[in-house]
């Protein structure tokens, strides 16, 4: 099947720092989704992408979806305690009335000391 | 709006126990999922429907049936338990837009330990 491939695996930061993480595949994707998982819950979306090039923010998080459609990046700003949690990256490769299937990478756990 | 929601929360069984997930949404999307989430490795996707009638296989689809009983409610079931079972599951639900991706929600998801 599909991979991504996402990176780092984990980070432990200061509180206020910046931080960036990052998905590749060998695949084209359509679209790209950036999804935060806190502990016991489901994961619930922060950014998505639907154009190659395209840089999209919200609030502290900034993404972007490459140029190439084989890479996407998630950028924290000024990192706060509640900003921990597992970010997952997810790529679809086709929109079809076969359903909105999306690969999953294996997430980055971040951790914030205050 | 509760969005979508699962039971159980937890569950043990032994192996060769069967036992049914339940997954309901109230957003009145078409298209619902079940994935399993392990260690490291993200989620992967089990089954879909696309929308009510239908079911796919996705990724890891052995060892488990899906029914799709309305367009709220959509199922998981366990036949015989095994321990490689043992995972967290999640439900998640999208509208099938027409022309452009539709985004997934999920549940909070079923803790499944089998022994």
């Known amino acids: 099947g599909q991979q991504l491939n996402q990176s780092p695996q984990s980070m432990f930061i200061q509180e206020g720092e910046d931080v960036s993480m990052n998905c590749t595949s060998s695949?084209?994707?359509?679209?790209w989704l950036w999804y935060k998982q806190e502990p016991g819950e489901g994961p619930v979306l922060l950014i998505a992408?639907?154009?190659?090039?395209e840089l999209t923010s919200n609030g502290r998080l900034t993404a972007q979806f490459g140029i190439t459609r084989k890479d996407s990046f998630l950028n924290i700003s000024a990192s706060i305690p509640s900003d921990v949690g597992i970010y997952f990256c997810?790529?679809?490769?086709?929109?079809?009335?076969?359903?909105?299937?999306?690969?999953f990478g294996g997430g980055t756990r971040l951790m914030v000391k205050p | 709006n509760a969005g979508v929601t699962q039971t159980p929360k937890f569950q043990v069984l032994k192996t060769g126990q069967s036992m049914t997930l339940q997954c309901a949404q109230d957003?009145?999307?078409?298209?619902m999922y079940w994935y399993r989430q392990d260690p490291g490795m993200g989620l992967r996707l089990i089954y879909y429907?696309?929308?009510?009638?239908?079911?796919d296989k996705g990724e890891v689809p052995n060892g488990y049936n899906v029914s799709r009983l309305n367009k709220r409610e959509f199922s998981l079931r366990l036949e015989s338990a095994a321990p490689s079972q043992t995972s967290v599951y999640f439900c998640?639900?999208?509208?099938?837009?027409?022309?452009?991706?539709?985004?997934?929600?999920f549940g909070p998801g079923t803790r499944l330990l089998v022994l």
């Open positions: 992408l639907y154009k190659a090039g």
């Open positions: 695949s084209i994707f359509n679209t």
């Open positions: 429907s696309a929308s009510e009638g239908t079911t």
């Open positions: 998640a639900s999208s509208e099938l837009g027409e022309g452009i991706a539709e985004t997934q929600y």
């Open positions: 957003m009145n999307h078409n298209s």
């Open positions: 997810a790529g679809q490769l086709e929109i079809s009335n076969a359903g909105n299937m999306l690969t």
